[in-house]
């Protein structure tokens, strides 16, 4: 009986799956387009500490990729570049209700929420030639030296906000939309500027001259001057997600201690 009339909350645990889609913004997609969606899914664990706020981990994979084609940019047609990443993360987030969020309670199942977090995620960007795929960061297409290749694990930062919706006291349907702050503009392998092509092969190899500069696939004459601005080091890229959960509830509530 004393739960019914003195219950208060206990600390309660969630564990659930997501899927959903993700998008990149970077050199190759400089305004926002989502022509080229990815697929994005992964599992999650969350501690509620209280109804307002939580804290969540969680194991994600996202496909993210682009290309020039893609865009009505006269430079980035010719420039005639494109790339393609798979990414897993693992990523560590707190989460605050704007409204007292309780699975079992009728008047507390709904609540948006924001969060904020931060990570690692792995990244190793590929292109298509000749009919196979190509790893893109041995090739030092930008002209970087040996050991002098952008690191494919790095560290983030995660943003963003969502919803929670209980459908009983067992589970529960979270939206959520998920930004990355990264630190690299390599994720497209695109950043500074065209490297010296014989520079280039004498270190790379050919097909690092090839992959490095692609307008002579679709222009009269290459592009690639030394020098010439090959993406924007101004600004690092990004990646989002859009995906829906289902979520199980573990835990309950229980009697005060007197």
Avoid at 5 to 32: H, I, K
Avoid at 85 to 104: R, T, W
Wanted: hydrophobic residues 40%; proline residues 4%.
């Amino acid at each position: 009986m004393c739960c019914l009339s003195l219950s208060v909350t206990a600390q309660s645990y969630e564990l659930g799956a997501w899927a959903g889609v993700s998008n990149y913004f970077g050199d190759l997609n400089p305004n926002f387009g989502v022509q080229r969606l990815g697929g994005a899914g992964g599992i999650l664990g969350r501690v509620n500490v209280n109804p307002r706020v939580s804290f969540k981990v969680a194991a994600n994979y996202a496909n993210v990729g682009y290309e020039d084609a893609l865009t009505n940019n006269e430079f980035q047609q010719a420039r005639n570049l494109s790339f393609q990443s798979d990414i897993f993360e693992g990523v560590g987030q707190v989460e605050f209700n704007f409204l007292p969020f309780i699975s079992s309670e009728y008047d507390k199942f709904f609540t948006p929420y924001l969060f904020v977090g931060g990570g690692f995620f792995h990244f190793n960007p590929r292109t298509q030639f000749d009919d196979e795929w190509v790893f893109l960061q041995p090739l030092g297409t930008e002209g970087q030296g040996r050991n002098e290749e952008y690191t494919l694990t790095q560290g983030m930062l995660a943003y963003g906000g969502g919803f929670k919706f209980a459908l009983n006291y067992a589970w529960s349907i979270n939206i959520e939309a998920s930004a990355r702050r990264l630190f690299t503009d390599y994720l497209d392998d695109v950043s500074t500027t065209y490297a010296d092509p014989q520079d280039l092969e004498n270190l790379r190899g050919p097909l690092a001259v090839q992959l490095a500069d692609r307008s002579w696939e679709v222009a009269e004459a290459p592009i690639g001057e030394i020098g010439r601005q090959r993406g924007d080091p101004l600004s690092n890229d990004t990646y989002v997600t859009l995906g829906i959960s289902l979520v199980y509830h573990i835990g309950g509530v229980k009697c005060p201690d007197f």
